[in-house]
């Protein structure tokens, strides 16, 4: 690697980018021919961290930055350079190598130029690059993820008024990448604070993008290997429990939003949340099949109760704190919506809990009919069997599998035959009735009824 960045450093600043590129490509190809994974040594990065992030290796060295114009016509060559790039894996392993943070200073510079690489790409629709991204958003730790996902909405969502279009297109040509975008998106707006509930022009595109397909959400768990554990600090592999948490926490954040503003609640927006929870709940039905083909239902949550106990606590604190600006209905409608969330993830296999878990967490909350309906439900009965999973019920006409089969009853004897009843003499015919008028001089007919 020495004498290839002796002979970079005699380049200018462009030519040296695209040719670390060209000896990368040949390095990682020729390792994915022994390995299916490669090892991503030292030498490799600290070349990309001079020539494409211009962090200087020499501690006396002056920073160099690229122009406007230049950083620009550096975000061509790599658009290029992916889109041109024909092995997946090769693909992959370049940009896990240019944009993964490795802890050092130049990870400032990473995030800012990984964050118009992407914007770039959606806006000239550089499918490799967003496949990439969405690859990159999945193995990353989450805190990376928020600022690629804040670049993005900053660009399509507050830079240009209507550019939101531009990013809502993508929808068509890559799904997983918004996937991992909502996933992401869904951890930056929390609604914690007013400032973190999502922009309009984003929550109509993301609503659109699910109620057209509900199963966009269930896209990167469908698509990765199924591991017992995700690791600390990452992402989800589904948006589902974020977008719960929006469409409960919602009419009590904008409650909450009115009272600190003095204006009425958005109308136009709680109804786009209405529609994001019908949209989710059809999702959890869809990721039931999912579930069961493979074998997994009653194994493998998506939604973990350890996530529920902050979301019901705040709501807890939302409701005690609202409560005395008589916000009856909005506290009705929140808990209603966790209620519907609750059952229809018990029931498909996303949250896996028992009913006593589930009392004892939304104990403090307000009195909901709805909620004590979830709560109280069914009591689940031990497996009269082995090879019966505890969340199984059997059919109600079904006798449970290991009960002994009971004997026949003897066949009781025939009934002798009754003698037949003497003929009844007919009766005498009655009187014709005159016709019925309902206004004087009008028959009424008789109608029978269809």
């Not at 990065?45 to 060295?61: A, C, N």
């Not at 951890?187 to 595109?205: C, G, K, N, R, V």
């Not at 009425?264 to 959890?284: A, F, R, T």
Request: charged share 15%; proline share 9%.
């Amino acid at each position: 690697m020495s004498d290839i960045r002796h002979s970079l450093l005699r380049r200018d600043a462009l030519s040296a980018a695209k040719e670390v590129l060209y000896h990368l490509d040949i390095y990682f190809s020729s390792q994915l021919q022994n390995a299916p994974v490669p090892m991503v040594e030292k030498g490799p990065i600290e070349l990309l961290e001079e020539f494409i992030f211009q962090v200087p290796k020499d501690r006396g060295s002056h920073n160099k930055r690229f122009t406007a114009m230049q950083e620009l016509q550096l975000l061509e060559i790599l658009c290029n350079y992916f889109q041109d790039q024909t092995k997946e894996a090769v693909r992959q392993v370049i940009f896990s190598s240019l944009f993964s943070p490795q802890g050092n200073k130049a990870d400032e510079q990473r995030m800012a130029l990984l964050g118009k690489l992407t914007s770039m790409a959606v806006a000239v629709c550089r499918v490799p690059v967003l496949e990439c991204a969405a690859s990159w958003l999945q193995r990353t730790p989450a805190v990376y993820c928020v600022r690629l996902a804040k670049a993005l909405v900053g660009d399509y969502c507050g830079l240009v008024p209507g550019s939101i279009q531009t990013l809502k297109q993508i929808f068509n040509v890559s799904p997983r990448f918004c996937c991992q975008f909502i996933t992401a998106v869904a951890a930056l707006y929390d609604m914690s604070t007013e400032e973190l509930i999502p922009p309009h022009d984003l929550l109509e595109m993301i609503v659109s993008w699910i109620f057209e397909d509900p199963r966009l959400i269930l896209i990167t768990f469908l698509n990765t290997p199924i591991t017992a554990n995700l690791p600390i600090g990452f992402l989800a592999f589904s948006p589902l429990m974020g977008l719960v948490r929006w469409c409960v926490i919602a009419p009590l954040a904008y409650r909450r939003k009115k009272k600190a503003a003095g204006g009425g609640p958005i109308v136009e927006d709680q109804n786009l949340y209405s529609k994001l929870h019908l949209s989710v709940l059809q999702g959890l039905m869809v990721l039931q099949t999912h579930l069961t083909e493979k074998s997994l239902y009653g194994r493998l949550a998506l939604i973990l109760f350890e996530h529920l106990v902050p979301l019901v606590e705040e709501l807890g604190q939302l409701c005690e704190e609202l409560n005395p600006l008589n916000a009856e209905q909005e506290m009705e409608l929140a808990l209603d919506r966790l209620a519907q969330a609750l059952q229809v993830s018990m029931a498909t296999g996303a949250l896996l809990c028992t009913r006593d878990d589930l009392r004892t967490l939304c104990a403090r909350l307000p009195h909901n009919n709805l909620m004590q309906l979830v709560v109280s439900g069914p009591v689940q009965p031990q497996p009269a069997h082995p090879t019966l999973t505890p969340a199984y019920y059997p059919h109600i006409h079904t006798p449970p599998l290991g009960y002994p089969t009971l004997p026949a009853h003897a066949a009781l004897p025939a009934h002798t035959a009754l003698p037949a009843h003497a003929a009844l003499p007919a009766h005498p015919a009655l009187p014709g009735h005159p016709v019925q008028t309902f206004m004087p001089g009008m028959t009424f007919p008789f109608r029978p009824m269809r």
